[in-house]
């Protein structure tokens, strides 16, 4: 069987690099390669990949909400994140949001196949360098961000108001104040300064340029 790959990021020579390796491999036809966040999720559709290679910091729509949406829409492709972070907490946001897999841009040429075939059998993939335990609930005790909640703490820890979030992510204002008031709970905090501390220090701002 023939995976479908598609890479996105918004470096060429990346982008380049990665399909010039997976081009080697007869059973992978790489679909496209795109160079932001919100082309892949509008072109996902069109494209149909088993498998996209995303990068997690890109201009514009960051690689944690492209992957949301890409679930959204097309639940059945598996995502590997690509990033030049090894921090666990970067790890774990990464996974809480859909992603199948994570690997640092300097691993192996090998160790890419590995990751797109460990998914491809319905497992998880970790490269090497992305050490780190990887704790479902939040280190401190704290109760756990549903995938949504991460994505409304995203957008207000980057400033924008209940409505902003509301029309960017095309639900109501009175949904988006329903889930403030939830992650505010969970996390103990009561204060759109401390939604943004505790964002930056969980990695929830990476690859936002914040």
């Not at 990665?18 to 080697?24: F, K, R, S, V």
């Not at 890409?70 to 970067?90: F, G, K, N």
């Not at 090497?128 to 957008?155: F, H, V, Y």
């Not at 902003?164 to 103990?188: F, Y």
Request: charged share 25%.
């Amino acid at each position: 069987m023939t995976i479908r790959v598609l890479i996105v990021d918004d470096h060429p020579m990346v982008t380049d690099g990665i399909e010039a390796i997976l081009e080697t491999y007869d059973d992978i036809d790489v679909v496209g390669t795109l160079n932001n966040g919100q082309e892949a999720v509008d072109r996902v559709n069109e494209l149909a990949p088993d498998i996209i290679l995303l990068d997690l910091n890109m201009p514009g729509l960051s690689g944690l909400i492209a992957t949301e949406m890409i679930l959204e829409t097309r639940p059945e492709t598996r995502i590997v994140i690509l990033s030049m972070h090894d921090s666990p907490e970067y790890i774990s946001t990464a996974l809480s949001h859909g992603a199948k897999g994570y690997i640092l841009k300097d691993v192996p040429t090998d160790e890419i196949r590995t990751a797109i075939d460990t998914v491809m059998q319905g497992g998880e993939y970790l490269c090497t360098g992305a050490k780190g335990s990887l704790q479902p609930k939040i280190s401190d005790g704290r109760e756990t961000l549903t995938n949504r909640e991460q994505m409304i703490l995203l957008e207000l820890a980057q400033g924008h108001s209940n409505k902003d979030v509301a029309n960017r992510l095309n639900i109501s204002v009175r949904t988006v104040e329903t889930h403030r008031n939830n992650i505010k709970r969970k996390l103990g905090i009561s204060s759109t300064a401390g939604l943004t501390r505790y964002a930056l220090e969980h990695g929830v701002l990476q690859g936002t340029g914040i």
